[in-house]
DNA sequence: CTGTTAGCGCCTTCAC
DNA sequence: GTGAAGGCGCTAACAG
């Protein structure tokens, strides 16, 4: 890492000289031309890359809040928006500026980031979409900046999330309190944890009311998947309704569905866990109801309890729940 | 903004012993308990919060990539999910470390954006969805970070984007072929400055092949502006085709005509610009035919140069261009 | 027109 | 157990 030292041995000319050049200010110093092009040249040569925080260092005095947000880098990349836009609330809210640095991450090596281990460039870090090993990773870590685990359960951080298991009842209730008694599942391959955790309380509270599931079907977590996985489905008779893990599923299911000539909710009512775009299940054919996780509300107030963490205004991990919630509309009646 | 130095007077220790006790080295540096509670103490008391640039500067000793995303803080944002896929794949690609700041702001004040004037926080900035005021700043500033700008025409910076025009053209042209005469157009108020362009564009083709527009509606850029429009275009008797500015749009439309009972394509074809989500346009009812504009590359491809003008690999402003592509779906056959 | 110098706030030996 | 001192890379007076 060549430094400004460097180019200025390299081009023979001051410290101060190369600094000021570099920095667009030769007009005002009225640098020679000459001296100019020694000093480009040598920083070309040497691959000269300014020193972002000997920079900050010298020149800023406002405090910027630096926090990384680990996102797991797959197809649940696609609604990293919701997480913006909450957090962009939050920051706006603030006094004091707010740099949110995206740190993608592949699921069960968040212990590979050197970044979060050494906890020395950034002020806090949010965590998103952790695996089990991911989460075994952080209970046994201890960390030099505060961290907040969103839509996890851990007593070691701060955490925002919902109650999964509560979603996932609330789903079943749904279904049974219309008095569906034929119910076939769609759920993905691999859950990620909190979508394990609502399968499982669905299915056991399918089970508490005699409500018996008809089949049981894996499919990949995308709009493909539910399209693919809907040739299966249509094969056999159809079950009074069908429960999907997300929204993306179901999306896919109802276009395979209406291309085969199906009603829905006629033939079959459709719910989903609304996870990826509360918009778009609006506005499928037919609406789609959904049982919606509000990732805006996590990101918001995770956010808020970051600062909190980071000014010492919050000493103790503390844990916010937000409710799932119903969403009826017409696939799913 | 406390320091160090302040905890240190006021809990009357040294600055060393603070910086152990902060950094949780007290064990190691067997720090009594009182001492840890006096700096604890003094440093809530204070609000102290870490100086990361000094830190860093103190700490590191690879060199970090630290670059700005500027991204307009309206519904565009539930897109940003495209840029931050592209530009993974360019960081995977590269052996040094990247780190992505993504720094919203208001559509005509990116001059209000200190950070970017003074070009003292970032190596460099990606400039994304920028309008024509944000353009005149650009075009009249100059700055001390490179810049890349996406999907716009400047000659001052390095561009990555498509032709615009030509995606609009490519779309009339389409509809043209295949024999539709008479189209509707469902453009956005306040269109944004390559939605523009391709809307001149899709007109003036038009008119060259003495094709008329039967009827032009203007809509919210979003799926419920698309559902909202449809009502006043459902009233009237249907054109041939109509072709959307945006697939969000397209797919409100797409609900809105399928629960009137509409068959698409048999009583209206429909065409659209790909901006949004290229998966959702494969799999609504009936799959949406697009004219897809590749955000990604423009992101992933945008990083590359503008990493190659931070390391001054590349002296002059560089503009590359992917083609816009047609997606025939069954909506538009 | 160019060079010298004093820190920015922090971490880390090393000495007490 | 605690403190003094040097220096990370850079910028901005201030000298020449």
């Not at 007593?155 to 996932?168: C, L, Q, W």
Request: include cysteine; aromatic fraction near 8%; charge should be neutral.
């Amino acid at each position: 890492m060549a430094t400004l030292k460097d180019i200025a041995k390299l081009a023979g000319v001051s410290y101060t000289t190369v600094s000021l050049v570099l920095n667009g200010k030769s007009k005002e110093r009225s640098i020679s031309q000459q001296t100019q092009e020694k000093v480009f040249a040598a920083a070309q040569q040497l691959q000269y890359v300014t020193n972002i925080a000997a920079k900050r260092l010298k020149t800023t005095k406002s405090n910027h809040y630096t926090i990384a947000v680990y996102w797991p880098a797959d197809y649940r990349m696609s609604f990293i928006s919701r997480l913006i836009d909450g957090m962009k609330k939050a920051i706006d809210e603030m006094s004091d500026p707010v740099d949110i640095i995206i740190r993608p991450y592949k699921n069960d090596f968040l212990c590979d980031d050197t970044e979060l281990a050494d906890g020395t460039s950034y002020h806090g870090a949010i965590i998103s979409g952790a695996s089990n090993a991911d989460m075994e990773y952080l209970e046994r870590t201890t960390f030099a900046i505060p961290i907040v685990v969103l839509n996890r359960t851990t007593s070691k951080y701060s955490t925002v999330g919902t109650n999964n298991y509560n979603a996932g009842r609330l789903a079943a209730l749904h279904l049974i309190s219309r008095g569906y008694t034929d119910i076939t599942t769609v759920f993905t391959q691999n859950p990620f944890t909190a979508m394990h955790e609502h399968q499982i309380s669905f299915l056991q509270t399918c089970q508490e009311h005699n409500c018996s599931i008809k089949n049981q079907f894996i499919s990949k977590n995308s709009i493909s998947g539910g399209f693919e996985i809907a040739s299966e489905i249509l094969k056999e008779p159809l079950p009074q309704v069908i429960f999907f893990d997300t929204d993306a599923i179901a999306r896919g299911f109802l276009c395979a569905a209406n291309m085969a000539g199906k009603n829905i909710p006629k033939d079959v009512s459709v719910l989903a866990m609304g996870v990826y775009s509360p918009e778009s299940s609006s506005y499928t054919v037919p609406p789609l109801s959904t049982v919606d996780i509000p990732h805006e509300l996590f990101a918001q107030y995770g956010l808020k309890l970051l600062i909190g963490s980071i000014k010492k205004e919050l000493v103790q991990p503390c844990h916010l729940t937000f409710d799932a919630e119903l969403k009826t509309r017409s696939s799913c009646q």
